[in-house]
């Protein structure tokens, strides 16, 4: 039984660019599910604007 070294290296090639784009496609997804879960935090609450003396009664 021979080994085709020539299948055996489009196999590993095509096996570690598919890991790279895994790793690629997993980083830009963290990023925006970060970005999503900074944006859903609570906001703090606006202070109402104060009255001016003169129009309160």
Do not use: C
Request: glycine share 2%; net charge positive.
């Amino acid at each position: 039984m021979q080994i085709n070294y020539f299948i055996v290296s489009i196999v590993i090639t095509l096996l570690i660019a598919l890991m790279i784009w895994i790793v690629k496609t997993d980083r830009k997804d963290e990023k925006s599910f970060e970005q999503q879960i900074i944006d859903q935090e609570l906001k703090p609450r606006e202070h109402p604007k104060p009255q001016k003396a003169g129009k309160a009664m």
